[in-house]
């Protein structure tokens, strides 16, 4: 399952069109969170001038505004570069 964080502030007609976005995908691979930046001065100088941005937890990947379902089925979707990582570092183990 892979585990979304949408980066968005209260009134902000774009974050509210993301966030419409992820709840019309209804994929239950998909789990998000909204999270608001105001509340974090840090969260805020990061992603306060690209917002929204949706963060993919599992790799750190990024996806910002503008943005589709392809795209976040893109951002949530490993690449086979991920996949060689991932053989990589089991095999290290």
Request: proline letters at 5%; one cysteine or more.
């Amino acid at each position: 399952m892979a585990i979304l964080k949408l980066y968005s502030t209260s009134a902000c007609h774009l974050c509210e069109t993301a966030e419409a976005l992820l709840v019309s995908m209804n994929n239950p691979d998909i789990c998000w969170e909204a999270i608001e930046i105001s509340e974090d001065d840090l969260l805020l100088a990061t992603y306060g001038a690209r917002i929204p941005v949706l963060l993919n937890t599992a790799n750190d990947k990024t996806l910002n505004w503008p943005f589709n379902q392809a795209d976040v089925i893109r951002l949530v979707t490993p690449s086979p570069v991920d996949s060689a990582v991932d053989i990589k570092q089991k095999a290290g183990q």
